[in-house]
Structures are given as structure tokens and as C-alpha cells.
């Protein structure tokens, strides 16, 4: 008997295991190798730094980037480090996919295929080669599925009151990483209509358990608040060396949170382009900052040479 329940368990955890891998290898043939340019620039910086990225300012891909960059260490410099950090999310959000279909078709094959899929689709392929708030925000939406699918299997489970008494968890844990998702990037709100209609499909008296919506809300608002602390945190009194904008003081917060510089721009595009023209001087600046660290010796801090010269610039 429990030998069948082991054989069965790793039958349920080795395709997405292998899948992940597979992805990871396959997407780590074009990893670049250091330094690029713009935006992944910045989060190959920042990052390491715990510092603030662009408006949203990116509060969960900083957080989980600076621990990746810790973690992964002995592989080599900080922005190798971030490029690094993409694959492996990349690899995650196609392993998560993997079981996520196999729940919902029954098929591990179909899991497999989908997974591997995943992977080789250029435009997921390209977001796993460099640091990229993209390649979380995969990984992350993955879970995020999972979780919920999880807890609908478990909600209505038949004839087992064990799953259906621990169901509730993975909603909370879906709360969560929602919440972890905003952090990371702005287009996880587009998903929140369709989750709740998912929800109420599932449960629909849910309103009716007010533990339940109370400890949804509390988990999604404890957990934003963590995240968009990083903000006025580390440009306030714990302040890091690279910070965007001044997210300490109340309006610099909606500023970066809200992206405010870049109202209009779906609208218009080119209409505000006088309004950014000192956005575009900062970046510059950044960019020739970001430029002085290729010429770092491999024995050098990370940010010692490329800060002079940033600070220096400004």
C-alpha cells in the first residue's frame, strides 16, 4: 500500500520535475552573459541592490531578485545572477503548467507537452534569456492557476471531508500570491474580474463565510503592504544605493506605484514626450552608469565602480 502511494506521488511530481528542467536547460543555452542595456539593465542593477526600480517599481521582483541573487551566488556576477533568476522562473511557470493540466484534462502526457510548448514559444524562450520582470510574472500566474484549480478539486471532492476541510488553504495561498503577482507587475489586476466570477462559479456562498473573505483580505492586504514596503523603505531610512524617484514621500509613492509618468501613453504615445524628457536624461545617465561596470575587475565589489560614476553623473 505504501509503496503504490509512493509510485503514485512520483508519477505525479516527475513530469513536471523533468519538464522543468528540460526548460531550464533549454533556455539557459542563450542566457546572456552579463550586462545588456535599458530596462533589463536596470533590474540586472537594482535588484542585487534591493533598490527601486521604474514606476511600478517592481516591489516583488526586487525582493525575490535581490534573494535570487544571494542565493545564486557562486554562478557568477550579479546581472549574470538576474539573467539567471529568468531562466529559472521560466523553468518553474512550465513545470506548474505541466501539473496544472494534468489536473484538468487527466493526462500527464498532455501536461508534458504543453509544458515543453510553453518553453519553446519565442516569446516565453526570449523573457527566460535575461533578467526580466516578465519571466516572474509567468511563474507566478502558473502557481497562482494552480492553486486555485487546486482548490476547486478539493471543494468539491466527493465522499472525502479531510480535502474539503483543508480546501480553503489554497485559496488563501492563491490570496497570496495574487497579491505577490501585483507586486511584481501592474497586469495581474486584469485578472481579478475573472477570478472573482471563478470563485463565486466554485463557491458561489462564498460571501456568506465571512471567515474565509475576511482571511482572503487580510492575507491580500498583509501581503501587499510587505511587498510595496520595500519602497519608502529603501529610499527613506534604509536607503539603497540606486533609487528611482523619491517612492519615501507620498506623492513620489503614487508617482512610481501608480505609473503616473506614463498616463496617456496608450492614447497617445508620442503626446507626452516633452513631460519625459528628463525621465529620458535619468535613464541615460543610468545607462552610462550601467556601461562603467563592464570595465569592473572580476575581483571588485559589483556596484563600487559603476555607483561612483552614477553618483557622479547626477
Known amino acids: 500500500m505504501g509503496q503504490s502511494a509512493a509510485l503514485v ?22 542566457l546572456q552573459p552579463g550586462l545588456a542595456f535599458w530596462d533589463t539593465a536596470e533590474l540586472q542593477v537594482v535588484a542585487p541592490l534591493m533598490g527601486t526600480a521604474h514606476p511600478t517599481g517592481f516591489p516583488t521582483y526586487v525582493l525575490l531578485g535581490w ?16 539573467n539567471l533568476f529568468s531562466a529559472i522562473s521560466v523553468a518553474v511557470a512550465a513545470g506548474v503548467t505541466v501539473d496544472l493540466v ?10 508534458v507537452v504543453v509544458g515543453l510548448g510553453l518553453t519553446l514559444t519565442p516569446q516565453v ?49 492563491a490570496t497570496v500570491v495574487f497579491a505577490l503577482a501585483v507586486g511584481n507587475h501592474s497586469l495581474t489586476l486584469l485578472l481579478a474580474p475573472a477570478i472573482a466570477v471563478y470563485v463565486l462559479v466554485v463557491e458561489p456562498r462564498i ?34 544605493p540606486l533609487v528611482y524617484g523619491t517612492p519615501d514621500t507620498w506623492d513620489g509613492f503614487r508617482y512610481i506605484v501608480l505609473a503616473e509618468q506614463f498616463q496617456g501613453s496608450l492614447a497617445d504615445p508620442d503626446g507626452g514626450q516633452p513631460q519625459r524628457v528628463g525621465d529620458d536624461r535619468v535613464l541615460e545617465i543610468l545607462e552610462v552608469a550601467l556601461a562603467s561596470a563592464l570595465r569592473v575587475k572580476p575581483g571588485d565589489p559589483f556596484k563600487a565602480e559603476a555607483l561612483q560614476h552614477f553618483k557622479q553623473s547626477v
Do not use: K
Not at 535570487?68 to 556576477?77: D, N, R, W, Y
Open 207 to 240: 460571501i456568506r463565510r465571512w471567515r474565509l473573505v475576511a482571511g482572503c483580505l487580510g492575507a491580500l492586504a498583509m501581503t501587499l503592504v510587505v511587498v510595496y514596503l520595500e519602497l519608502p523603505l529603501r529610499a527613506g531610512p534604509f536607503r539603497a
Open 125 to 173: 524562450w526570449a523573457i527566460g534569456t535575461h533578467a526580466e520582470a516578465h519571466s516572474l510574472h509567468l511563474a507566478l500566474l502558473a502557481i497562482l492557476l494552480r492553486l486555485l484549480v487546486g482548490w476547486e478539486d478539493r471543494r468539491r471532492a466527493p465522499d472525502d471531508d479531510a480535502r474539503r476541510a483543508h480546501a480553503d488553504r489554497w485559496l488563501v495561498a
Open 67 to 82: 534573494l535570487a541573487s544571494v542565493v545564486l551566488q557562486p554562478f557568477g556576477e550579479p546581472a549574470f545572477r538576474m
Open 9 to 30: 506521488r512520483l508519477a505525479t511530481i516527475g513530469p513536471p520535475v523533468v519538464v522543468g528542467l528540460i526548460s531550464f536547460a533549454l533556455v539557459a543555452r542563450g
Open 102 to 111: 494534468r489536473v484538468l484534462t487527466g493526462s500527464r502526457w498532455i501536461g
